[in-house]
């Protein structure tokens, strides 16, 4: 799918779900909360479920996990997250 193509309905329900939830999940463990690095991190993960749509992934679930893979690079969590995952 090029880059510049547009996505069928179910496709953009798809994918609005995924980035809902990848969403969800960053918002409950993130402590980043100023409006900047929010749009900053709800972006990389749009912008990550797309790419992997353009390749044919349609898992809603396995969207949110490749989105959430980009955040969990950064190490946007709570230093007590990490605490006690270490």
Known sequence: MPANSTFDPETLSIMGRALDEAWAEVESRSWVRAEPEKSGIRRALALRIMAAVRVGQRDP????????????????????????TA
Do not use: N
Not at 65 to 74: F, R, S, T
């Open 61 to 84: 679930q396995r969207l949110r996990d490749v989105a959430l893979h980009v955040i969990e690079g950064c190490k946007i969590t709570r230093a007590v997250d990490a605490a006690t």
